[in-house]
């Protein structure tokens, strides 16, 4: 969905859509030994780790080409992976300018020379074409737990941009749009929110992952000791509270009766449709945090109703481009707080949800619905 508004229209952004104006939407699937089909299975490694395939599509196409009028092309990024968290860059390094984010136009256009992307998110990016030379759109190497494997071991390309002779007509301003200045937080009401999984889940899954993929899928858990990593407690007493699971884990391999289709809660619960965790005041602003401390998953995390602003990601101030309108935020580890505003009312048979946007997490239980009122 696309929104305009006066202010955008306002803009001389490029908009020949289709030719300028580009969507582009970045998944990766895996297809069955006939690649006939969509190979999807959910089992105790995707629940841990996400679903992932090898095969990265462009708009449902492998590595596309896009014939393109020289000169601003802007491009709207879309990560529609199940849990691959992507790494856009041009193949020449050329700078991508960030006009827009999640939920709207940034105050000035942003100079990046590569763009994280997270499964679900979103970023507009202007890229000067006026050379005439053609270049990739890739995804670089990211460390996330079974992400590092071929083809994504290295620069992978994604689509191709072909300039033309003609000239295109849009311009990259100086100059967005008014975003007014993150309020204060002091005062507000805080939810807490703790991402958790269960340590089995956590164990097996990446256990399985390891049995499978070797080495080389652990990304950032490369080389530590797996066995009780999410024991320490680094980060204080909210890392060790995954519930009263048991937490012995020479169960490992005998426990097929575990049932991993709860595994993964918010505050010590699986997703409930019928249950809202809480009730928010309409049109009130409130400071979330949300809490990824005590296990070594990325979680983007997501919500429903509202556009935020993101005061702290994981204990950093957000980067000048993740600082505009957002529904998306990285919980790595850490916490990661935004401000947050419900302007219309949602009740219980209507709920909005709040989510770890890693679809296998959030299919087994990392999800809440909340009422406004
Ligand atoms: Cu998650």
Redesign the pocket.
Known sequence: MLLEDEASGKLRLPMQWGEDDVPLIFQDKQLNKAGSRIDYQLDIMRAAVGWFGDLMLTNGVAYPQHAVPRGWLRLRLLNGCNARSLHIAASDRRPLYVVGSDGGLLAEPISVESLPLLPGERFEVLVDTSDGKPFDIVTLPVTQMGMTLAPFDQPLPLVQILPLRVMASGTLPDKLVDLPPVPSAEGLQNRWLQ?MMDPQLDQQGMQALKDRYGDKAMGNMQGHDMKGHDMKDEHGSMAMDHGSMPMDHSQHGKTAAYDFHNG?KINGQAFNMTKPMFDVPLGKLEKWTIS?EGDA?????HIHGTQFRILSENGKPPAPHRAGWKDMVS?DGWRSEVLVRFNYVANADNAYMAH???LE??DTG?MLGFTVS
Do not use: A, R
């Open positions: 991402l993964n990824g998953m990325l979680h983007p995390f919980v770890c946007h890693l997490h959030e990392m």
